[in-house]
């Protein structure tokens, strides 16, 4: 599947008005550390050796494909990184659908620091806007029922952050960020624990008031079980369509019901289509194709 099989750029609207922002002090981290990486022990001696000092020159951001826009701010705070004097225009923002062709920023500026900074900014708005791209193709195959789209914790270490933002740029709701936030108990809890209904009274009798707990199961006679300790939420792990009906007429809207396992762009249709109010899938993190954006580049 190819980014360029996205549904048309008109095909929605832009879903900024509902994006949370990023800490600027998260990106700047992220970008620092990819610079020092990238810049080495003597800087950017390719720029050093052919590029005069006062050289100055334009450059533009520009979509080779169809998607979504993420990550403009890592672009900008890596030109600004490099040269503060740097003017950065923002002509398209996080959480808007493009064309091939299109111009997501310009900037201007000197051209060493244009360059030096070129490959970072290009690494973190192309991962951040394929995530948001795959994310909104899935959101538009499921478009016509209630069900939502959510993220993983299969995501790329040191950029869950990041990656979980995409994922709201493109359409997509949050799974839990880590291990701390929420109870989740998986199979193997329960192999380790005895049985789902044990499994889920340890952990009502751990969890804070405000702790949501969900548990997943893989058969139905779990379900029944696990309905019987009134969790928060149930993961149907692996289900079929037939079965995820049967699964969302036993909790009949007692709890939130989440349909895992076997999710990709071809099934996704049909497991929404069963009822249930999420659909969890790591592809859009981990199999998320890079959405291809070049720096055009002019001399001033």
Request: proline share 4%; aromatic share 4%; hydrophobic share 45%.
């Amino acid at each position: 599947m190819t980014v360029s099989s996205f549904a048309p750029v008109s095909a929605a609207p832009s879903t900024t008005a509902y994006l949370p922002e990023l800490p600027r002090l998260l990106v700047d981290r992220a970008v620092e550390a990819a610079l020092l990486e990238d810049l080495g022990r003597a800087g950017d001696i390719t720029a050093q050796a052919t590029i005069p000092p006062s050289a100055r020159a334009i450059a533009t951001f520009v979509t080779r494909r169809t998607g979504v826009v993420a990550g403009i701010d890592f672009a900008r705070r890596a030109m600004a990184m490099m040269d503060p004097a740097i003017r950065f225009s923002e002509l398209i923002g996080d959480g808007v659908r493009v064309a091939p062709g299109d111009v997501i920023a310009r900037v201007e500026g000197s051209a060493r620091a244009v360059l030096s900074a070129e490959r970072v900014a290009l690494n973190y708005l192309g991962r951040l806007s394929g995530v948001a791209s795959a994310t909104r193709m899935f959101a538009d195959r499921i478009a016509h029922t209630k069900t939502k789209i959510v993220c993983t914790r299969k995501t790329t270490p040191g950029l869950r952050a990041f990656e979980k933002y995409a994922v709201r740029c493109g359409g997509g709701a949050n799974h839990r960020f880590g291990l701390d936030d929420a109870i989740l108990i998986k199979d193997n809890h329960i192999a380790v624990c005895g049985s789902v209904a044990q499994a889920i009274r340890q952990a009502r009798a751990f969890a804070g008031h405000l702790v949501k707990i969900e548990v997943e199961v893989d058969r139905l006679d779990q379900l029944v079980e696990a309905m019987g300790e009134r969790p928060d939420a149930v993961l149907l792990d692996n289900m079929g369509p037939e079965t995820l009906r049967e699964a969302v007429a036993i909790v009949a809207g007692r709890a939130i019901t989440e349909a895992s396992g076997g999710v990709g762009p071809d099934t996704v249709a049909a497991i929404a289509e069963s009822g249930v109010d999420l659909i969890s899938t790591g592809w859009i993190t981990h199999s998320a194709p890079v959405l291809d954006i070049g720096l055009d580049i002019d001399v001033a």
